[in-house]
């Protein structure tokens, strides 16, 4: 859809590989993942090298097919795939107990563990096979609405460092003294124009969607039924330090 021009950007699970740059734009990284499998903890596996022999539930054609198939081949495991066309009906499959364990991204296997009857019933392994840098997706050769793309999402990263939120938002932009905070909220104008906005872009996102760590904990975090930690998403700055990072509003 989004070769073909009907859609604008995509901005979900997707991973950055070498062979999709090369086709699209990745405008930057909002979430590092990483492939991982989910057992029943009856089967009483605890590492994926107990894992030889399993019947594994993957949807074909995807990222995950091939980091299945590598990881077995490079630890000399064997295992029975089976098939789908789509992660829901993979992930279903694995409800239905048609196998052993379900592979995908560990944000994947989060989701799917919270839709299960008994989620505690079931444990995500260790080990993390992958990288999966995921992020939004554009068309080459759109530059001018690439840098839209990338600086939404940086301007969320940024606010998160800065201490912007939603609820401060109003306030920082009329009172804050640190001159990136004035740039960034368009209190100090010229700076959305280079990008064809207006200078309170990232004010309106902010405001209405909140910084990066606002988004995460609304729809990833503790208080969801995901649970999942920030980790490797959480910021360069923090402790311990996390993998998200933006350039500089100047």
Same mark, same amino acid.
């Given at each position: 859809m989004l070769q073909a021009g009907e859609a604008d950007v995509l901005w979900r699970n997707t991973?950055?590989?070498?062979?999709? =740059?090369?086709?699209? =734009?990745?405008a930057g990284v909002n979430y590092y993942d990483?492939?991982?499998?989910?057992?029943?903890?009856?089967?009483g596996v605890t590492h994926a090298a107990q894992l030889n022999g399993a019947r594994v539930c993957i949807q074909t054609g995807s990222t995950s097919e091939l980091n299945l198939t590598d990881y077995f081949r490079a630890h000399k495991l064997t295992y029975e795939p089976v098939v789908f066309d789509t992660e829901d009906k993979a992930r279903a499959a694995y409800g239905r107990e048609q196998c052993d364990v379900y592979t995908a991204d560990l944000s994947?296997?989060?989701?799917?563990?919270?839709?299960?009857?008994?989620? =505690? =019933?079931?444990?995500?392994?260790?080990?993390?096979?992958?990288?999966?840098?995921?992020?939004p997706v554009v068309r080459q050769g759109d530059d001018g609405w690439g840098n839209v793309v990338r600086w939404t999402l940086n301007a969320m990263i940024l606010a998160e460092?800065?201490?912007?939120?939603?609820?401060?938002v109003d306030a920082q932009r009329q009172h804050a003294d640190n001159p990136e905070i004035r740039r960034l909220l368009g209190a100090e104008p010229g700076y959305g124009a280079m990008i064809g906005l207006s200078d309170d872009f990232a004010y309106q996102l902010i405001k209405q969607v909140g910084n990066y760590g606002e988004v995460f904990d609304r729809n990833l975090g503790a208080a969801t039924p995901l649970k999942i930690e920030r980790g490797l998403n959480g910021l360069w700055s923090a402790q311990p330090a996390g993998l998200i990072y933006a350039p500089p509003m100047r």
């Open positions: 991973s950055a590989t070498f062979s999709r =740059d090369a086709k699209f =734009d990745f990483g492939q991982a499998f989910m057992v029943r903890r009856a089967l994947n296997l989060a989701a799917a563990r919270a839709t299960l009857a008994k989620p =505690d =019933d079931h444990l995500i392994l260790p080990e993390v096979i992958s990288k999966e840098p995921l992020g460092e800065l201490g912007v939120t939603s609820a401060n």
